[in-house]
């Protein structure tokens, strides 16, 4: 994961630009339910603003950084999910996700509540974009914490109490990801060696399986193999190698690039220990020769 900057009034603005009246029809919708004390409604307007979000992270899923599609055809892939759930919250893991995935995590992880967070169903800092298999398969309605859960409040950012396990990639409210999780190779690890910020990249790690998913791995491999040929051709003696590398280098690292954690890992590893960095790029390699077999 990584953050994608933006300062709230900033994203009210360019959602206010995409479509002029949804900020106000989402404050109405917000006094029903808050009247109704629960999410209540038969279709939710939050795909109207999909876009803003989608640029907003590169057209990244915010949890896996998988490149998703562009264009009109990106509203297909994009899911909009809600960080905390807007209708019921399930306990996670569930009974079955427990015993098949083996998930066996010793301390709290939050109980079922219903009304889930009725009041965040178009709060602009409770979403982001996400790919189907994090939001419909992993994320579902699961919203694991370490201390009580706070249903019936308005803004995301007065719920730090709850200590949340998930991390929240956009904006300044939540931690920075890249300093709750690094990778080493292609292999996501947590930064902290204890404490609940240990416990969040952990669990989040773990939540969105993002260390041993095949096609986040093997597109990992792959950009840390590209990675270390680009970094290896800088300063090239033919002036065009050496100027793509360069410009490949810096796409690489960019934050809208796809699995630009692990990138940028890489990338500062490879300057600080060559050795090491080598390691993992024979380690990627072999992987991917491995799936060619
Ligand atoms: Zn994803």
Known sequence: MIRYPILESQLRRQIDEL?????????????????????????????????AYMRLQGFKCGFCERRLEKSQYGNIEHDVEHFRPKAKVKA???????????IDFDFPLGDNADPGYYLLAYELENYLISCKTCNSRLKAN????????????????????EKAYLIYPIGARDSDPEKLITFRGILPIPVAT????????????RFFEL??????LEERAETILQLHVAMSAV?????????????AVDRMVARHSPHSNCARAFHDLWLSDN????EFAEESLNYLEAIVA
Do not use: C, M
């Open 19 to 51: 479509r002029p009246g949804w900020l106000d029809r989402a404050d109405e919708r917000t006094e029903g339910f808050r009247a109704a004390r629960r999410y209540d409604e038969s279709s939710g307007a939050w795909s109207e603003i999909k876009e």
């Open 92 to 102: 996670w893991p569930s009974d079955s996700d427990r015993a098949d995935r083996k």
């Open 142 to 161: 699961f919203f694991p914490v370490a201390e009580a859960r706070t249903v019936d409040r308005d803004r995301s950012r007065d719920l730090n109490d």
């Open 194 to 205: 204890r404490g609940h910020s240990r416990l969040r990249a952990e669990v989040t790690i």
């Open 211 to 216: 260390d041993t998913r095949e096609v986040l």
């Open 235 to 247: 300063g090239h003696p033919d002036p065009l190698t050496s100027q793509a590398a360069s410009t």
């Open 275 to 278: 050795v090491l960095a080598r």
